[in-house]
């Protein structure tokens, strides 16, 4: 956790109840935490789980790992503490979208159990769900893949600190969701949904 340095600070509350956004929302604030290897999948997941759940009548967004490093984290690389900080940063932001009452869809690499874990603790201790996803897509199958070229560029030593192949990633131990290669996307959403419609974090 990352000391607090803002003196003469108070946390406001507000007047409007998390309750009673879930009953206007009919679903409860969530953050869905995708997690795995450059190409595994987890920004088409996290995409098409958006469009359904909109599509639905529910409220819903994605934070896209390439997409907040253009912003919120632009200022940040790829070293393992500027990896932990991009994880801290999103995970606040995350809980901050599960306790206005959104399903926030985070799709984030993140290598390193100890920072999924931190996200964990934020939302446990503000009583919000976190679902951990863990897209569990082989190495060979991402390298295959590589949309990006980035295994390519990586495998030249162009890239460095690049997760599996030059730096580790630590595999979820007890996802909420295994989503295991071979389905397609379609059928790994409706994974999730069930999951979701099981747990009441949607409430119709």
Same mark, same amino acid.
């Given at each position: 956790?990352?000391?607090?340095?803002?003196?003469?600070?108070?946390?406001?509350?507000?007047?409007?109840?998390?309750?009673?956004?879930?009953? !206007? &929302?009919?679903?409860?604030?969530?953050?869905?935490? &995708?997690?795995?290897?450059?190409?595994?999948?987890?920004?088409?997941?996290?995409?098409?789980? /958006?469009?359904?759940?909109?599509? %639905?009548?529910?409220?819903?967004?994605?934070?896209?790992?390439?997409?907040?490093?253009?912003?919120?984290?632009?200022?940040?690389? &790829?070293?393992?503490?500027?990896?932990?900080?991009?994880?801290?940063?999103?995970?606040?932001?995350?809980?901050?979208?599960?306790?206005?009452?959104?399903?926030?869809?985070?799709?984030?690499?993140?290598?390193?159990?100890?920072?999924?874990?931190?996200?964990?603790?934020?939302?446990?201790?503000?009583?919000?769900?976190?679902?951990?996803?863990?897209?569990?897509?082989?190495?060979?199958?991402?390298?295959?893949?590589?949309?990006?070229?980035?295994?390519?560029?990586?495998?030249?030593?162009? !890239?460095?600190?690049?997760?599996?192949?030059?730096?580790?990633?630590?595999?979820?131990?007890?996802?909420?969701?295994?989503? /295991?290669?071979?389905?397609?996307?379609?059928?790994?959403?409706?994974?999730?949904?069930?999951?979701?419609?099981?747990?009441?974090?949607? %409430?119709?």
């Amino acid at each position: 956790m990352t000391d607090q340095k803002s003196t003469n600070v108070v946390w406001q509350i507000g007047r409007v109840e998390r309750q009673t956004r879930q009953k !206007i &929302f009919n679903q409860q604030g969530a953050t869905l935490w &995708f997690t795995g290897l450059s190409g595994a999948g987890k920004s088409t997941l996290a995409f098409l789980l /958006e469009h359904l759940l909109v599509e %639905q009548g529910f409220k819903a967004y994605v934070l896209d790992g390439d997409n907040i490093r253009h912003g919120l984290n632009a200022n940040l690389g &790829f070293s393992p503490a500027d990896r932990e900080e991009n994880i801290r940063r999103v995970g606040e932001v995350s809980k901050l979208f599960a306790d206005a009452g959104m399903i926030v869809l985070s799709s984030f690499i993140s290598p390193y159990r100890k920072d999924r874990e931190l996200v964990r603790k934020l939302h446990e201790q503000a009583a919000l769900p976190f679902l951990e996803i863990f897209i569990d897509t082989p190495l060979a199958v991402c390298e295959d893949r590589d949309p990006k070229q980035l295994y390519a560029k990586a495998r030249r030593g162009e !890239i460095k600190d690049f997760t599996g192949i030059s730096s580790p990633y630590e595999s979820p131990e007890a996802p909420e969701i295994h989503i /295991e290669h071979g389905l397609t996307p379609m059928q790994h959403a409706e994974q999730v949904l069930d999951y979701l419609h099981q747990h009441h974090i949607l %409430q119709r």
